[in-house]
T-cell receptor, first 114, second 113 residues
Framework: KNQVEQSPQSLIILEGKNCTLQCNYTVSPFSNLRWYKQDTGRGPVSLTI?????NTKSNGRYTATLDADTKQSSLHITASQLSDSASYIC?????????????FGTGTRLTIIP | DAGVTQSPTHLIKTRGQQVTLRCSPKSGHDTVSWYQQALGQGPQFIFQ???????QRGNFPDRFSGHQFPNYSSELNVNALLLGDSALYLC????????????FGSGTRLTVV
């Protein structure tokens, strides 16, 4: 069982609409949670980073939420644009005795159609 | 300010061959991590280098090895290539102890035929 699970696996929405992507994790100890956007064949680009004490973080049209008690996070995209078509990956940073390791979810493939 | 640079961008190798991938970290970063990303999957952690030593390692066989140079750049070596090694190989750099600083390169697409 993957320690970071995302849903849905894929999503298609019309340009201009909003959408919410989900991330559930079981990893611990937890240092921070990140959302990345990855275009096909490219490296991931960071959208938001939240520590366990933060509940929400915004970056333009992207808003991430975190519930450390239930180990759930969401990424909300408002007024979607064609350029938002990409994979969105939830990443949990495990910090153990000073060593950090990123654990990636398998991502949600988002397609925006005109 | 250059970000993380990886080379080559694409590579085709034959089964059984050996390959070396290169990564130059972002200016000011001293830690390099390598990830393997199969098509349609999330990146899987291979290993991390700091102060020219392997600091952490994921569940990858010894065929995967690495090196970090005094200028913080890094190489990933894969021996005895298998078809299953075909993937996008990502390098990420960071500054030790700074959680927020992971920056990824664009990756090297390796195809094993």
């Amino acid at each position: 069982k993957n320690q970071v699970e995302q849903s849905p696996q894929s999503l298609i929405i019309l340009e201009g609409k909003n959408c919410t992507l989900q991330c559930n994790y079981t990893v611990s100890p937890f240092s921070n949670l990140r959302w990345y956007k990855q275009d096909t064949g490219r490296g991931p680009v960071s959208l938001t980073i939240m520590t366990f004490s933060e509940n929400t973080k915004s970056n333009g049209r992207y808003t991430a939420t975190l519930d450390a008690d239930t180990k759930q996070s969401s990424l909300h995209i408002t007024a979607s644009q064609l350029s938002d078509s990409a994979s969105y990956i939830c990443v949990v940073n495990i910090s153990n005795f000073g060593n950090e390791k990123l654990t990636f979810g398998t991502g949600t493939r988002l397609t925006i159609i005109p | 300010d250059a970000g993380v640079t990886q080379s080559p961008t694409h590579l085709i190798k034959t089964r059984g061959q050996q390959v070396t991938l290169r990564c130059s970290p972002k200016s000011g970063h001293d830690t390099v991590s390598w990830y393997q990303q199969a098509l349609g999957q999330g990146p899987q952690f291979i290993f991390q280098y700091y102060e020219e030593e392997e600091r952490q390692r994921g569940n990858f066989p010894d065929r995967f090895s690495g090196h970090q140079f005094p200028n913080y750049s890094s190489e990933l070596n894969v021996n005895a290539l298998l078809l299953g090694d075909s993937a996008l190989y990502l390098c990420a750099s960071s500054f030790v102890g700074e959680d927020y600083g992971y920056t990824f390169g664009s990756g090297t697409r390796l195809t094993v035929v």
